[in-house]
């Protein structure tokens, strides 16, 4: 058997550019005379913009620190001993680059076991021990407090979770064991499974401390004094901590059914983390701590050697690192300052904008329509939505004050825009109609004011052909709702210049929204992917295949929603708009189905009534269907969608419409909520062997988004 020094000796070779964690042990005299106590301190030596991470170096550190505790523990020198953070952070879990490296199930279990085998030392030391979670806790950090005898949370802690189920791992170093045992299961199932299948949703330290996972809440100003006094009132037996006693029958089984419900709604089978997870939650019922650690450290190592793990992981790294140095664009010293913005239209998205403009570049925002009940009703928007912020505190009366101060709204386009630095339109999607609209700005803007359009799928270059200055316009693609998704699809027009495009990218940086840079080519990125999708279901269903066959088709994938529920949040008028753009430039590849035509001409909102609480077909709609008789199978249908977009995405990447593949997965996670666990969706397609089939070659090389060779 391998000790635990030589697990982790081996695991660090792997992985030798380590961002290495130390764990300083110092001692000190607790208050009220409660005796000696020693403190270790996670610390990677770097400030808060670097969090503190656990690779295999950092646990053997973790292990030397335990060591001599433990030596002093058992000499009877100190009466207790604690682990916290450096300032701002506690620690935030395994580092995933070196998982990435990892070629060898042998290997993955090595880092599973060396983890368990450092931290359940903190569980046997002779006195009892304390987690201070000072700052963010995640993943392997919170593990390590849950290993402790007593936890306590700082009121300032902005983000807590279990996030491994949302990348496509388990809580693997005690989390699916211990949290169960400490808190129950329903409880722990929301923190590992519901709020890692909801985007990855953290805790502050308030829930932390209402779940019952931390003993006590104390402010961030003073944390580790309070904590510390409370400590010694403990280890006095002043203070006795009571936990509320777990339902290990009926109600244990009940939740881990709803977990497994939960789990099916969200990824349908497609990704197994929830259900390993949900698995080892099951089995720790009885609370056999150490079974729950093997059975932690198998499902990791399976995990780890899969392509859902990698997927998730080239996700995680695509949105934290490419989202934020977007590839292709200009130098930012280009970028000209905006200090005023216009909004073209008054309407729903409009005002969404002039809202988020608002909010980020706090500068005066003035909204333009055709009448003055528009522009009233634009303005008084963007009021109740501040409104909406003071109320859940968000906000402060003098910010609220300030911002509902910045927003205006005119009918003269000359007298909003003379002084703009920037003029974004959201008028309707009509070429005629948009470039009408940039001839009336461009005659009344300043000479440098940035032009850009809302457009979703009309070609910037055509918007701009007819203005005296068409280097300045750029494409400025929200999806909907703008306060939600993060993608800004930035599009450079056949004139666009460099201080026009850097400006945008910089406009973008500041709406902290992620930017990615789109070739001028019909409906970009999203929405040419979304519509060969959705018109691959649509043909199918006007060949015969039943709807429900073809929706439930591609559950697999695991999307976040089916697609004609998509289809109705969209709006079948505009998902029939786009597909007639993109079946006037490939009329070849993109149909115009008869079936949707008349959906959108009685009047529809979708194909579904939502009477009984979940989608069924409309009667109405169903009797307007004319379909043919050929009939797919689930599989085929599936088959025959999957390779459209391969297929799709090869000649978007062979027309330049983006960098490189990786910009296309991008697009798709932050614009249409497509899940990691298929990285986007070209780690998919290569994992499954339709981009070998359709293009002859996979998207990305081996080792990006699956196990290295």
């Known amino acids: 058997m391998s000790t635990t020094a030589e697990l982790l000796k081996g695991a660090a070779e792997l992985f030798p550019g380590e961002v290495v964690t130390q764990a300083h042990v110092r001692h000190f005299d607790l208050p009220l005379g409660a005796g000696r106590f020693a403190l270790i301190t996670l610390d990677n030596g770097h400030d808060h913009t670097k969090p503190t991470t656990l690779g295999p170096q950092s646990l053997a550190n973790i292990d030397a620190a335990i060591d001599q505790v433990e030596k002093e523990a058992a000499a009877g020198e100190i009466a207790g001993a604690g682990v916290t953070g450096k300032p701002f952070i506690f620690a935030v879990g395994a580092d995933l680059k070196g998982v990435e490296l990892l070629k060898r199930h042998e290997d993955a279990l090595a880092i599973g076991k060396g983890g368990h085998d450092v931290f359940k030392r903190l569980a046997t030391l002779a006195v009892p021990t304390f987690a201070y979670y000072n700052g963010a806790a995640m993943g392997g950090g919170v593990e390590i407090g849950l290993h402790c005898t007593y936890r306590t949370v700082s009121a300032a802690l902005p983000a807590f979770s279990l996030p491994e189920v949302f990348l496509g791992l388990v809580p693997g170093w005690g989390g699916c064991t211990l949290l169960p045992n400490l808190i129950g299961a329903e409880k722990a199932i929301s923190v590992i499974i519901e709020n890692s299948l909801n985007q990855n949703r953290q805790l502050k330290g308030e829930q932390v401390h209402a779940l019952g996972i931390a003993d006590a809440l104390f402010e961030g100003a003073d944390f580790l004094e309070q904590s510390l006094i409370w400590t010694a009132a403990v280890l006095k037996g002043e203070i006795a901590v009571e936990r509320p006693a777990i339902d290990r029958g009926e109600g244990w089984d009940q939740a881990v059914a709803k977990g497994r419900f939960l789990a099916d709604s969200k990824v349908h089978g497609a990704a197994p983390a929830a259900y390993r997870a949900l698995d080892i939650i099951a089995a720790a019922k009885d609370g056999d701590l150490q079974a729950g650690f093997d059975a932690e450290d198998q499902a990791l190592a399976d995990l780890i050697m899969g392509g859902e793990l990698r997927s998730g992981i080239y996700a995680f790294n695509l949105v934290q ?135 979703s799928s009309l070609s910037v270059s055509e918007m701009a052909s007819k203005l005296k200055h068409p280097e300045r316009v750029v494409g400025f693609h929200f999806f909907n709702p703008v306060a939600i998704l993060p993608l800004l699809e930035i599009v450079r027009g056949e004139r666009t210049d460099d201080a026009s495009l850097a400006t945008a990218f910089a406009v973008a940086k500041k709406l902290k929204k992620t930017a990615v840079l789109v070739k001028d080519a019909p409906a970009f990125v999203v929405n040419r992917i979304l519509t060969r999708f959705m018109g691959e279901i649509q043909n199918v269903i006007d060949e015969g295949t039943p709807v429900e066959v073809a929706e439930k088709a591609v559950e697999p994938l695991g999307l976040p929603m089916s697609p004609l529920v998509l289809l109705e949040l969209v709006g079948p008028a505009i998902g029939l708009h786009v597909s007639e753009t993109l079946n006037a430039a490939f009329p070849d590849r993109f149909t115009v189905s008869p079936n949707l035509k008349a959906v959108v001409e009685a009047g529809k909102r979708g194909f579904y009534v939502h009477d009984s609480g979940r989608p069924e ?93």
């Open 321 to 455: 690192k490419r989202g934020k140095r977007p590839a292709g664009a200009p130098d930012k010293s280009l970028a000209r300052p905006v200090t005023k913005v216009g909004v073209v239209g008054a309407g729903l998205m409009a005002s969404q904008l002039a809202l988020l403009f608002l909010r980020r570049l706090e500068v005066p925002v003035v909204l333009t329509d055709i009448d003055q009940e528009r522009v009233d009703k634009g303005v008084g928007y963007v009021h109740a939505e501040i409104d909406k912020l003071l109320g859940k505190g968000r906000i402060g009366q003098d910010k609220a004050n300030r911002l509902k101060a910045l927003v205006s709204g005119v009918l003269d386009k000359a007298e909003g825009f003379a002084d703009a630095d920037f003029v974004i339109e959201a008028v309707f999607e009509e070429i005629g109609v948009k470039q009408q609209v940039f001839a009336e700005v461009e005659a009344v803007a300043p000479a440098h004011a940035i032009l850009a359009t809302n457009t």
């Open 617 to 709: 077909l409309d009667p109405e709609v169903a009797a307007l269907l004319k379909q043919g008789d050929t009939v797919l199978t689930g599989e085929q249908v599936r088959a025959r969608v999957l390779d459209a977009v391969a297929r799709e995405i090869g000649l978007m990447l062979d027309e330049g419409v983006v960098a490189e593949a990786q910009d296309i997965d991008l697009c798709l996670i932050t614009g249409a909520g497509w899940p990691f666990h298929l990285g986007g969706i070209t780690p998919y397609l290569d994992r499954e062997g339709v981009s070998e089939r359709v293009n002859g070659k996979p998207f990305l090389e081996r080792g990006v988004a699956s196990v290295p060779a």
